[in-house]
């Protein structure tokens, strides 16, 4: 799943020719380099990207959350 999404944003962020860029994947997390001004335009793109990966059975929805910060601690 985690793989369908990092495929995902990486299309988001080419096609959109985006500065920010997808820089590590720890288990089901995907870490940012992320432009200041481009997160308002980016984060819910990313979240829905990663939301709809790939269709759970019986409609159970993925959720995914989000946040930001200097460092991968911070954003937590």
Known sequence: MIKLAMVKVDKILRDGNYRSKMI???HD???FDLA???KDALIPLIT???ETA???PHNV???ADSGTGNNWLEAH
Request: no cysteine; charged share 30%; glycine share 0%.
């Open 48 to 50: 829905e990207a990663m």
């Open 36 to 38: 200041l001004d481009e």
């Open 54 to 56: 790939l269709a759970l």
């Open 61 to 63: 929805p993925a959720k």
């Open 24 to 26: 590590l994947q720890v």
């Open 29 to 31: 997390e995907l870490i």
